[in-house]
């Protein structure tokens, strides 16, 4: 069993069914949360600075960066199943991760994306399903026979390069197609899509920092900003006589300014009662990540980005192997077999940095970025997360040697991955390409029944 590839536990396994068991159950939430700390603070800033700095489109970013990062703890745990445990504990959580990451990641952007509808565009969703349809389709090849020999795994990662290639050339030829008209239509549907999250001035000044617009768009966009602002400076008394939604809106944003303005400080207690509680809960984690991990939000730590992002993604490992380890405990204290709680806690678990980063970019307006990031980081779990900790036990540990996978239920379940993907992109197509609650809801109630397949396949 995998319980014996890690340290030892303090408790035995009577004592733990004795109430011991509930130590590490909130353990494993601890490390849920830590993962979710590290994700919002630190991670998703370090990534925005990333791409601002490379000029990547939000659909590339999304499915490179973006998906590796957030796919951190799959890999760690991956890599743990490999050389830690030698069990299945890998491929079942990056089985079950990637149905959630595309189910519930896609699912509760939907749900919790605010009141506004947020439209896909079909180009980066399509270009994406259809190259993790292939990496699914490699996958099912490989794992058919129950081993994996070193070649197999030099197909996966090269698959993952010539991904990458792909979005560089699509991110290429996208703006140099893009015509003249269609950015500023995409600019003005974002404005009256999200009235209350971008200013005019906000708008503009995306356009005019965009590489991707012509000279002239962003030389009229500026000029436009310019009289805007300066006729907003002779309204404002006006408008705050009249006091209706406009001062709301530039409290709302002040507010936003203000959360973001308070990052977490050791010595500081903020105000309110659940923000206390709050404050008490992560202070331990808080103090370790404020020591260790430079915030790039801040000014002083502006340049330190890729400090951050590797920092950051070092510590979503370190929590990845704390909660593989405390599931490991739960599931053979409780007797369920390792490939079921890969697949359901497991999965949910390490899919939690993809799921925060998806919805932090969805909620402000960006649907492309969140799904490409959902698929993207299925296609980084499958090609990287498995094939670079096999390709490292073949090649480099121990050369020659072959990885057994010894789960017959695997198979069905890769191939109910194929049918998740089909159905979410049928599911889009018949809502009209919008991300809302109704699709959300839909996808979420093909989880469940994903869920109970699974499970059933494993009985076999």
Not at 35 to 60: G, Q, R, T
Not at 200 to 218: K, Y
Not at 302 to 320: D, N
Not at 376 to 383: A, K, Q, V, W
Request: a negative charge; proline letters at 4%.
């Amino acid at each position: 069993s995998a319980i014996h590839e890690f340290p030892e536990d303090i408790f035995t396994k009577g004592q733990r069914r004795h109430g011991a068991i509930l130590l590490h159950v909130f353990c494993a939430v601890y490390m849920f949360y830590a993962l979710a700390i590290v994700c919002d603070v630190y991670f998703v800033p370090s990534l925005e600075k990333i791409c601002k700095n490379l000029h990547l489109s939000e659909d590339v970013a999304g499915a490179t960066f973006m998906a590796a990062g957030s796919s951190a703890p799959e890999l760690f745990t991956s890599l743990i199943g490999v050389f830690i445990t030698k069990g299945d504990l890998g491929v079942g959580t990056i089985v079950g991760s990637a149905v959630f990451n595309i189910l519930v990641i896609i699912g509760v952007c939907g749900i919790f994306a605010g009141q506004v509808t947020i439209t896909l565009t079909w180009w980066p969703l399509f270009r994406d399903s259809i190259y993790y349809t292939l990496s699914v389709l490699a996958l099912i090849l490989i794992i058919y026979d129950e081993k994996v020999i070193w070649w197999e795994t030099i197909i996966l990662i090269s698959m993952y390069g010539v991904y990458i290639l792909i979005m560089n050339i699509t991110s290429l030829s996208g703006q140099n197609a893009g015509g003249q008209d269609s950015p500023v239509v995409m600019v003005d549907e974002l404005m009256s899509l999200h009235p209350h999250q971008f200013s005019f001035s906000e708008a503009s000044l995306r356009v005019m920092i965009t590489p991707h617009f012509s000279p002239r768009t962003r030389l009229s966009m500026a000029g436009r900003m310019l009289i805007t602002e300066v006729l907003a400076g002779w309204d404002l008394e006006r408008v705050a006589d009249i006091g209706d939604t406009q001062p709301k809106d530039d409290e709302e944003e002040e507010e936003e300014e203000a959360d973001k303005e308070q990052p977490f400080r050791p010595l500081t207690v903020p105000e309110g009662r659940w923000e206390q509680v709050r404050w008490v809960l992560s202070w331990p984690l808080g103090c370790l990540l404020y020591y260790t991990v430079p915030n790039c939000v801040l000014p002083s730590w502006e340049r330190w980005f890729m400090v951050t992002f590797v920092a950051s993604t070092l510590w979503i490992a370190v929590f990845s192997y704390l909660m593989v380890w405390m599931v490991t405990i739960i599931s053979f204290t409780l007797d369920i077999p390792d490939v079921v709680m890969g697949i359901t806690f497991l999965a949910a678990g390490t899919s939690v940095p993809d799921c925060m980063a998806s919805l932090i970019v969805a909620r402000q307006g960006m649907g492309d970025m969140a799904v490409s990031n959902s698929i993207g980081s299925n296609i980084f779990d499958i090609l990287l997360g498995l094939g670079f900790p096999w390709a490292l036990r073949t090649l480099v540990v121990d050369y020659g040697s072959t990885v057994f996978i010894n789960s017959r239920g695997l198979v069905y379940s890769v191939i109910l991955l194929l049918a998740s993907v089909f159905l979410t992109v049928l599911s889009v197509h018949l809502n009209h390409w919008r991300l809302d609650r109704r699709l959300g809801l839909g996808l979420m109630f093909l989880y469940a029944i994903f869920l109970l397949c699974s499970i059933c396949f494993e009985k076999l």
